[in-house]
């Protein structure tokens, strides 16, 4: 399902916001991500950076782990909008893409913009293959 420009811009809106919150004294590249849940609901994220870069988290976590803590089911999102403040398009990271894939339906839209355009992906078609690891069938075996 491909989202026109007109239906992403209240979105991106709210993402440009949310980056506005970000940590990013590193890199100065602050991002924003929001959630919107098929109820309508919105849950915003941003990128937060630590000294030691591996300790950072990207906007989309963020988003992401913030609504499981307000005790959402993640399986309710129905779209997520990325605003990184930029001229290009950027899509998401490594860790972004699994922690997408373990938490979101694989043909989640997910939606990247920037300044001037954005691009649209599928949770599926950013990690074709995801790592998926079932305890209890390997417990079982």
Not at 2 to 8: V, Y
Not at 91 to 103: I, K, N, T
Request: aromatic share 10%.
């Amino acid at each position: 399902m491909t989202i026109e420009q007109d239906k992403i811009s209240p979105i991106k809106t709210l993402a440009k916001a949310a980056a506005e919150h970000a940590y990013a004294p590193y890199s100065q590249f602050k991002v924003g991500a929001v959630l919107v849940t098929d109820t309508g609901e919105v849950i915003g994220g941003c990128n937060v950076e630590n000294v030691s870069y591996g300790l950072s988290n990207c906007a989309e976590r963020t988003a992401i782990f913030a609504a499981i803590a307000q005790g959402l089911n993640p399986k309710s999102i129905k779209q997520v909008v990325i605003y990184t403040p930029s001229e290009k398009v950027y899509s998401p990271c490594g860790a972004c893409r699994q922690v997408l894939a373990e938490f979101l339906n694989p043909e989640t839209p997910v939606i990247s913009t920037c300044d001037n355009d954005f691009e649209q992906w599928t949770v599926a078609s950013l990690l074709p293959q995801a790592f998926h690891f079932d305890i209890n069938e390997y417990r079982n075996s």
